[in-house]
């Protein structure tokens, strides 16, 4: 037994160490809660990078910019098969089993993180997910095999 008769905490003594330990949580909540934006802003960067990357490869291997719309070949009825931008683009995004798969006149849906920023509400809802646009009036319409 102690001296004073007491063996714990007192009820006040209880209350500042709980006060204390809310205190810090409401510090650092606000801390992780920026940290986790700004890992978000950057992932978002990264694949915009990435994106840029397949551009300037697909730009370098072809000698043109992709189209908006782009022939890709023919299928089994000798009809064209046409691709976006964004589907000429998955060999060099590392995607090569989706491009296998237009090639071949199979129009998979199926979601490429690389095509979507975390911070897009509207991608997230999507199954193809895509927050990048391409402007139909900049990049040439290559949907005639001749061009």
């Not at 300037?56 to 043109?64: F, G, I, N």
């Not at 782009?70 to 064209?80: A, E, M, Q």
Request: proline share 6%.
């Amino acid at each position: 037994m102690s001296p004073h008769g007491r063996i714990g905490f007192t009820l006040v003594e209880l209350l500042v160490v709980v006060v204390i330990i809310a205190m810090l949580v409401g510090l650092l909540v606000p801390a992780v809660i920026s940290a986790r934006e700004a890992a978000r802003k950057t992932q978002c960067t990264n694949r915009q990078q990435e994106l840029a990357k397949a551009v300037h490869l697909y730009t370098t291997a072809k000698d043109r910019f992709p189209g908006y719309v782009n022939w890709v070949g023919t299928d089994s009825n000798d009809k064209p098969i046409l691709a976006s931008w964004v589907v000429v683009l998955f060999p060099y995004l590392g995607r090569d089993d989706l491009w296998r798969e237009w090639r071949n006149g199979n129009k998979v849906e199926v979601r490429v993180d690389q095509l979507a920023c975390p911070d897009d509400p509207g991608a997230a809802s999507l199954v193809t997910g895509l927050s990048y646009v391409a402007n139909p009036r900049l990049f040439r319409d290559l949907s005639d095999p001749k061009l």
